[in-house]
């Protein structure tokens, strides 16, 4: 218990703990997001196994209105801000790579591989990739 309470502590001291709730916090506005764009795409354009074509439109719009949401709030005041252009350029990359992941877990699950339903991959979706984005944009976007 008295490891838990110091990691506790060092989490709130170092700020990593109010960046994880505020990340957090707007992930989930960002799931919504892409949940509202991704799904009806899923469900009446990208029927069945076609739902991996409704990830980008989904994602596109949820990853903007998250580069606004993170970098005024979740990562306010953690390392510095870049005007040059490499910030931007360093979170779509980020991004990129969780579109990937995006696109991967909805092709595995709706794929001709378990043709599983549209809202499955949202899962994964809400679980693995914002642990993975999460720890670049930290370290790497807005460190």
Known sequence: MTAILRRYESLRDSGMLGQLIRFGIAGVISTLIYSAVYLPLAWWVFRGNMAVLAVPPGFLVAA????????AWSFKGHGQRDNSGRQHAKFLLVQGAGLVLNALFTWIITGPLFHGPAWAPL????????????ALNRQWVFG
Request: glycine share 4%; proline share 10%.
């Open 123 to 134: 899962l994964p979706i809400m679980t693995l990739t914002p642990l993975a984005t999460f």
């Open 64 to 71: 903007t209105a998250g580069f606004f949401m993170h970098s």
